[in-house]
Nanobody, 126 residues
Framework: QVRPVESGGGLVQPGGSMRLSCAAS????????IAWFRQAPGKEREAVSC????????AYADSVKGRFTISRDNAKNTVDLQMNSLKPEDTAVYYC???????????????????WGQGTQVTVSS
């Protein structure tokens, strides 16, 4: 069974850093386009960042550019999201998602992603 598993959430102060990790259960992450989405209370689920399947190209939402970095660790079979300079508006449940379709590029539409993790809560508050 293909299932992404997130870890690393919690409480952090504004301006702080946090690293989320997505591990693979039942599959090799390198074979998939992997993205992070987030959903804050009362808001739509939104794409945060993505890393493609072929050359490691990445994409970021404007709201996190310059603060977040997505990367693959093929030795560990994980995809990590390093989050710096966190803001209260980054508070959300963060989901790791995987796309298994024929394209190697990032997908902007959440409905194109086949597999979703359970999510991990990130709270930015003083």
């Amino acid at each position: 069974q293909v299932r992404p598993v997130e870890s690393g959430g919690g409480l952090v102060q504004p301006g702080g850093s946090m690293r989320l990790s997505c591990a693979a259960s039942g599959f090799t992450l390198d074979d998939y386009v992997i993205a992070w989405f987030r959903q804050a209370p009362g808001k739509e689920r939104e794409a945060v960042s993505c890393i493609n399947r072929s050359n490691g190209s990445t994409a970021y939402a404007d709201s996190v550019k310059g603060r977040f970095t997505i990367s693959r660790d093929n030795a560990k079979n994980t995809v990590d999201l390093q989050m710096n300079s966190l803001k209260p508006e980054d508070t959300a449940v963060y989901y790791c998602v995987a796309y298994s379709g024929p394209s190697a590029g990032c997908r902007g539409n959440r409905y194109e992603y086949d597999y979703w993790g359970q999510g991990t809560q990130v709270t930015v508050s003083s």
